[in-house]
Structures are given as C-alpha cells and as structure tokens.
C-alpha cells in the first residue's frame, strides 16, 4: 500500500466519521441543548445561581447549589475557568468554588444529552451521579485542608458573596419545553418511536443512493462505524443550510432581527421535523413514517413559540438566540475537528492494544484512563466520540468512565490557570483528588458492570472514606498545632 492509498483510508475514515456524527448525533440532541444552554445564560440571572455559594452559607446548601450551578450554566471545559476566578473573587468559598469548577464542564447539558446518546444511559447517569457527588467531596475536602488561608481572605476581603435575583414563572415554562423538545427527541419509547401515518415521496433511484452512501461512508457497527443513511445525508444538507442562514441571521440578532434570522429558524424548525420521522428509502421512493417524536416534537416547537411571544420581548429573545449561536459558534467546531480526527486515527490504533491496557477493570487501566484525560486535552464533547472510539476498541466501561470523569476537569492548561487563580499549592492538590476520586469512580462503575454486589461496592467505598476521613482528621489536628503547615497565603493580584 503506497503513502497516498493510506492516506486517502484516513481521509475517507475522518469525512466518514464526521458525516455520520453530523447525521446521527446533532439533530434532537444537541440542537435542543445548545437552545436550552442559550436559555440559561441570557434569560436565568446568574445571582440566581450563585447567590447560594458564599462561604458564610450552610454548606448542606453551599455545596449543592455549587453542582447545581456546574449543571445549569452549561458552561465548557473553557468558559468554566473565568466563572469559577469571578465567583472566587467576588468572595465564594473555596470549597463551593471549586465543587463548582469540578462539576461545571462534567455534567452540563451538551456533555450529559451527547454522552447518553453516543455511549449509552448509563453511564451518562453515573457520569452524573458521581460527578455530583464527588466535585462536593473534592469541595469539602480542599475547604478543611486549606480552611485557615481560606478564612484569612475572607478577613483580607471581608466581602459577602451574595444575590437577591429570582428566577420567573416564564422563566421556569421555558426552560420546561426546551427540556420537554430535548426529551421527546432523544427518548426510546414506544409511544414516541411507533408510527402512526405514512406517505410515499416518489423518488426514484433511492435504494441506489442508499447503497452508494453505504460505500462512501464506511458502515461497520462492530467498530463503531454508523456509515450515513438517505435521511442522514438529507439532513447534513439541512445543517450546511442552516449554518450559512445563521450566519447572516443570528451572528448580529442581538441587534435586531433581519429575513435571515426567520430563513435559519424555520430551516432548524424543518430540520428537527425531518430528524424526528422515519424515513425508508426504496426502489421507488422515500416512505416517509410519521411517529409520536415527530408529533411531540412539533407541539413542543408551537408551544414555544407561543410562550416566547407572548410573555418575553424582543430583546429577551434575540438575547436568547444570540447566546445560542455563541454557544453553537464556540463549541461546534472543535466538536467536526475532533470527530473528523477520530475517524481519522481510527484505523492507527490497534484493538488489541486497548484491550491489553485498559481491557478489564483493574486499577492500572483506570489510572491509564485518568492520566490520559489529563495530559490529552479535548474541549468539551469531543471527549465523548473519543471516549466512543475507546470504547469500540475494546475498552471496559470502568476505564472508560474514569477518563469521561478525568478529562473535563483537567488538562496542562487548566491546571495552570487555576494555579493562577487559587496558588499552585492549592491547584496541585486538587489535581490530585481529581485523578484520585476520578479512578475511584472508575473502579466502581467497573465493578458495578463486571456484576459485583452493590453491597460489596459500598463496604469498599465506605472502607475508602473512613481511610480519607481518618487522613483529614490528622491533617486537620497538625494543621491547628502548625498553622503555617497548611496556610497558604493568597495569590496577589496584579
């Protein structure tokens, strides 16, 4: 095989991979989340959100309003850093800030909606579950070793972090039907999926067209290859439509509404229509099958429109749709770089190497998992096709979640600028919780799928924390004989 056949292979592989991601992941996924991601940020107050998270406040509150926030502000891998410097700043404890720095990237909405798609429920719930769970221990743990530097800022400061904002009752039932269109897209039940009326479009040649896509695009399930259908190639011409419209329409909306901000809503609108029915190509045409997603879809897509006229005002709206693009401008192409480069290095990496590594649930192949997020970085989402690829390679679902866990929270850049933020004393430690409780929830999401006894699971994590709490207990009474031991005085400003 000469340089130029392989190098066409990884060609083809990457556009392959690309346009199956865009034909089989976007749509009814993440177009619904970059909406409701947009939603948050323009129209929920953000003292809404971190008006809890003052150190002063009841940590049954604190640490649970901080993963919350990680949640509802949607924020990436990237934008997670300056909140977490702003709220840190304007005075929220350490411990809150950093559960929310931990949680934030983990499990916003883009990350959760794209993981269970593309890897399955399960281990977006555990993702989920542990995430929030232990970004509060990490929180807790960093606020008692470094509670004296932490109370000699609040002295230095003496500034309360606070807010009076409310989230409104309009508010409320907005968010509430862009989740209600984000459901109905993506949930696999036989009320939405089943069809319930069918008309034939008569184009003739589309089993052709159909077999030719399948020869273009590598089709191989075994190797996580989804290949493109007829309606997946109607729908990626869809996309390029709506991104040239978006571009003149909603690149400058929050100035004003123009014809191409009406040309890219109705595309998106048709678009999700399409993604939502089933369409069978044939000899003689396309069978196009209207099911309960496509009609759920449609009333929630009114609804909105109802409620988004009727009770916001215009600039409330083009702030919305504004916010939207930014997110759609900022994260969606790293996301075709990303899985263009997949598809492209897919065939580099031999199955057996993967198996050999990080085949089975053993603690070397978590820690692989982990110290791979950490020195690997992928904004976020791209994590998740990567973490696919993984996983079609052969990689345990153990491993895998300790690299799902690890590589939103850390990369050599990240941990520079939290240094910056906080002190490398402080940075450096959290890392270390982070790689830690990250290959801990590997170990148990692992053993978990091997069929291990929950019980079993939980005396070995309850044996764990008692281990952890004896530590921090003797940390803690050294700390109060040695208060330099683990003060640590504050970054100055510049």
């Known amino acids: 095989m000469n340089v130029f056949t392989y190098m066409g292979q990884l060609l083809q592989g990457g556009l392959g991979n690309l346009a199956a991601y865009l034909a089989a992941h976007v749509l009814l996924c993440l177009l619904p989340a970059f909406f409701i991601a947009g939603a948050l940020t323009a129209l929920v107050p953000k003292e809404a959100v971190t008006k809890y998270l003052g150190r002063n406040a009841p940590k049954i509150i604190s640490y649970p309003a901080a993963a919350l926030g990680g949640f509802v502000l949607a924020v990436c891998s990237c934008t997670i850093l300056p909140l977490f410097a702003g709220i840190y700043k304007k005075g929220a404890g350490l411990g809150p800030a950093i559960t929310f720095l931990f949680v934030g990237p983990a499990i916003n909405i883009l990350a959760l909606s794209y993981t269970g798609v593309a890897i399955g429920m399960d281990i977006a719930i555990a993702r989920l579950i542990l995430s929030a769970v232990f970004g ?3 929180g807790l743990i960093m606020a008692l070793i470094f509670r004296k530097a932490d109370k000699k800022r609040e002295e230095a400061d003496n500034a309360a972090f606070s807010g009076t904002a409310n989230v409104q009752g309009r508010i409320w039932l ?10 109905a897209g993506t949930l696999q039940v036989g009320l939405l999926t089943n069809s319930y009326a069918q008309f034939t479009l008569p184009f003739k040649g589309m089993d052709q067209f159909q077999e030719t896509l399948y020869r273009l695009v590598p089709f191989d399930p075994s190797r996580g290859e989804e290949g493109v259908t007829a309606q997946g190639a109607i729908l990626i011409g869809l996309l390029i439509l709506i991104g040239a419209s978006a571009w003149f329409g909603l690149n400058r909306v929050d100035e004003g509404y123009n014809r191409w901000t009406w040309v890219s809503l109705a595309l998106i609108a048709l678009t999700l229509l399409v993604a939502a029915v089933k369409i069978v190509p044939h000899a003689y045409g396309l069978d196009i099958l209207i099911t309960g997603k496509m009609i759920a879809v449609a009333a929630g897509m009114i609804a909105l429109a109802i409620i988004g006229a009727k009770a916001f005002d215009d600039y409330e709206m083009q702030e919305w749709l504004w916010e939207t693009w930014r997110f759609v401008k900022q994260i969606f192409p790293l996301l075709i770089v990303g899985v263009f480069v997949v598809g492209a290095i897919r065939p580099l990496i031999k199955p057996e190497w993967i198996e050999a590594i990080a085949g089975s649930n053993t603690f070397l192949g ?3 998992g982990v110290l791979f997020g950490v020195f690997m970085y992928f904004p976020t989402l791209v994590e998740v096709p990567i973490a696919n690829l993984f996983l079609s390679l052969g990689m345990h679902r153990g491993p895998l979640l300790a690299y799902l866990m690890a590589d939103p929270e850390l990369s050599l850049q990240s941990i520079l600028i939290t240094a910056s933020i906080i002190g490398k004393l402080k940075a450096w430690v959290y890392v270390f919780w982070v790689a830690l409780f990250s290959t801990l929830a590997g170990l148990i999401y692992g053993a978990w799928v091997d069929g291990a006894s ?4 939980l005396a070995y994590l309850a044996a764990f924390l008692a281990i952890l709490a004896s530590g921090l207990y003797l940390a803690g009474r050294r700390g109060r ?7 640590e005085t504050a970054p100055s400003s510049r």
């Open 481 to 487: 004989r040695h208060p330099a031991a683990v003060a």
């Open 366 to 368: 978590n820690v692989v």
């Open 174 to 183: 907005f968010m509430l039907l862009l989740l209600a269109v984000l459901i």
């Open 454 to 457: 929950g019980w079993l699971i």
């Open 136 to 138: 509060i221990g990490i």
